[in-house]
């Protein structure tokens, strides 16, 4: 989904002071800049969800939540800055896509106060770490980002160069964390720390992972609803849908170097199949490449059926007689029209949905070491890794003909000798008779 | 059997025997491990079995080089030159004299352990596909550092096929070896030569010419035909 044409909204988290029209936002001024968001610390600071990043002037009730928004008390706040805790980077991370665990399957509000068992870095019963701990920063540079493009070259540890950019596992655990002569520290060539040490993501929360736009616009009495599953999180909401939340997901598993490749609203879908609006870049020849897990949200969303792209659409009203946003208006065309035309982008007029999917790398939620995957969950023929295809691997992979052949000796000699002491024993049976 | 005496015989040294069971019981644990990590069944879970496996692989490679060693230096080697000779009589015999309880053609003796059909099996199995299965393994075992090792041009699947179809070939062995124990005149006599070292034979065969043609300073003795 887009935050253009829905900037007032997205923007309480995709940062900036008044970012309402993205064609019009100044990126480049630092003044636009929200420094409370990140560094205050009374907790008062909040940003009105539709509020274009800013607080409210005065006392105001958000229908989206019906939570009531009080001015800051500036002084308070100002006075209050420090360094970021969990509130300050949560307080977005957490509740990316419009609420706790929506996106990310491995960041969500269960991360506040940790139990060891599901962080065993940030546990509050053990090492406490908060998130600034390992995105660490230089001039408010973040390090550990995942997004960076080109991702980094090479395996670093924070002993070589305190001031890598892309801080991973490595960086405090090195490339052989384990024992010596622990098979484990073979594996770190290929495959990522987060495939083993993380079996499942989501263990406290549930997270979202699909999302079916096709279904939205239904009502009750003529209003929207929203109705509730088994999870207390919403299964049905008019304004966006059909949505399946699961809880202690195993991660899907690709080949990845660092770097997300995007599809972007100008790309050709091809929607006889599920299309990919990003996707993890890597291969097994690669060797910056690992095995890493994912989250992968999946779900259906609008398409141009005759201009075969994504469409941009318009959801968040920009007022009251907005009929044009589909929240106001529960109409398709009118929101994709809107949307495309607000992007500078053609519609041929025609829609229709696609299943769509996108990947969120999971590097949160690390297990204490004896919650690791065990090796016989990649090692067997149906195992988590039965679809990453193109190299032998022990357990997995089996050769046909050998094994075939194999038993035919096997069994053929077992077969032969059976019968040459059955007839042993009948030819002495009858010398003695 | 025929009414020939049967004496106790001291056939199989201390060190033989020792080597016998140990290789016996490494063989088995690898099979074992060898096909759980294969994907053939679960049993003590996958990553001890893998753990056992190299462990127990490393350790035979190292014991067999003692073994190889005690070969050449005892010149017990000269028990695997294959022959032609007899080699049929002795198929002959398992075929068909077995069952008519003639006596077997090659009696066992202290300086000739092993028939001609031993000696072509034991070979193969000792020269050839044991050795198969060490490398390979050991290659296996040592992958990641293929690159370091300037072997980077192997395929780890080749490998792992050689090594499979060997262990399919060394369960084979294992198999018809088991079974040849129980045709001695007694079901358990060769079991128990090799575990005790002593096992009655025909008393006063005497070497044949082929039997010990590479032994220096020996006389040849008059070849005795087995008695039909």
Redesign the interface.
């Known amino acids: 989904m887009n935050i253009q044409s829905n900037e007032a909204r997205c923007t309480s988290c995709h940062a900036g002071y008044g970012w309402k029209d993205a064609k019009k936002f100044d990126f480049t001024d630092p003044t636009r800049v929200d420094c409370l968001v990140c560094h205050e610390q009374t907790g008062t600071y909040k940003k009105f969800p539709a509020g274009a990043g800013n607080p409210v002037k005065e006392t105001k009730v958000f229908k989206g939540n019906k939570k009531t928004y009080h001015p800051p008390e500036w002084n308070k706040v100002a006075q209050s800055v420090a360094r970021p805790g969990r509130k300050n980077c949560g307080s977005c991370h957490f509740f990316g896509g419009g609420g706790d665990g929506v996106k990310h399957g491995d960041l969500d509000s269960s991360l506040m106060k940790p139990s060891k068992t599901l962080d065993v870095h940030m546990g509050v019963d053990g090492q406490n770490f908060d998130c600034v701990r390992c995105h660490s920063t230089t001039l408010h540079h973040i390090a550990g980002r995942v997004y960076t493009t080109p991702a980094s070259k090479h395996r670093k540890s924070l002993i070589e160069d305190d001031l890598a950019s892309k801080i991973t596992c490595e960086s405090c655990h090195s490339s052989t964390p384990h024992k010596s002569h622990n098979k484990a520290n073979d594996h770190t060539d290929k495959v990522a720390c987060q495939s083993c040490h993380i079996p499942e993501y989501a263990r406290v929360q549930p997270t979202k992972m699909w999302w079916d736009w096709s279904t939205a616009g239904k009502k009750k009495n003529g209003k929207p609803y929203q109705e509730k599953g088994e999870l207390g999180k919403p299964v049905y909401d008019t304004k966006k849908g059909d949505f399946v939340w699961e809880k202690n997901v195993k991660p899907e598993y690709f080949w990845f170097n660092g770097s997300l490749q995007q599809l972007t609203v100008k790309d050709t879908i091809d929607p006889s199949k599920p299309v990919r609006i990003n996707w993890p870049v890597g291969s097994r020849e690669d060797e910056h490449s690992r095995i890493f897990p994912f989250k992968v949200h999946r779900g259906k969303q609008p398409y141009d059926k005759v201009n075969k792209t994504l469409t941009i659409l318009h959801l968040f009203p920009k007022g009251k007689d907005d009929k044009d946003a589909y929240w106001k208006g529960y109409d398709w065309n009118k929101a994709i029209a809107y949307g495309q035309d607000y992007a500078g982008l053609p519609y041929s007029g025609e829609y229709d949905f696609v299943e769509t999917s996108y990947v969120y790398p999971t590097t949160h939620m690390v297990a204490p070491k004896d919650n690791v995957v065990a090796c016989i969950e990649c090692h067997s023929a149906d195992g988590r890794l039965a679809s990453l295809a193109g190299f032998y691997m022990p357990g997995r992979d089996d050769f046909k003909a050998i094994n075939v052949f194999g038993w035919i000796l096997v069994l053929g000699t077992l077969v032969g000798v059976t019968f040459h002491g059955l007839g042993r024993a009948i030819s002495r049976g009858r010398k003695e008779d | 059997m025929t009414g020939k005496k049967m004496v106790n015989t001291y056939l199989y040294t201390r060190y033989e025997r020792f080597w016998h069971w140990l290789q016996t019981t490494l063989i088995t644990i690898l099979l074992v491990t060898g096909f759980e990590?294969?994907?053939l069944y679960?049993l003590m879970?996958?990553?001890t079995a893998?753990?056992v496996h190299?462990f127990v692989g490393l350790t035979w490679l190292i014991a067999f080089a003692f073994f190889v060693f005690w070969l050449l230096t005892t010149g017990e080697w000269k028990q695997y030159v294959p022959t032609t000779k007899k080699m049929f009589t002795v198929i002959h015999y398992?075929m068909i004299g077995?069952?008519?309880?003639d006596p077997h053609p090659v009696p066992k003796r202290k300086e000739a352990k092993h028939n001609p059909l031993q000696r072509i099996a034991y070979l193969s199995v000792a020269a050839f596909l044991l050795p198969i299965q060490m490398i390979s393994g050991f290659l296996y075992w040592g992958?990641?550092s293929w690159a370091a090792w300037g072997l980077d041009w192997l395929s780890?699947?080749v490998v792992?096929?050689i090594h499979?179809?060997g262990?399919?070939?060394v369960?084979?062995f294992l198999?018809?070896h088991v079974?040849m124990t129980?045709?001695g005149h007694t079901l358990f006599a060769h079991i128990r030569a090799m575990i005790t070292g002593w096992e009655e034979i025909q008393e006063g065969v005497e070497l044949e010419d082929w039997e010990k043609r590479q032994r220096k300073g020996r006389k040849a003795g008059e070849p005795e035909a087995p008695s039909a």
């Open positions: 990590v294969d994907g679960t879970g996958y990553g893998v753990e190299n398992y077995i069952f008519r309880g992958y990641n780890l699947p792992a096929a499979i179809l262990a399919f070939g369960l084979s198999v018809g079974y129980t045709t």
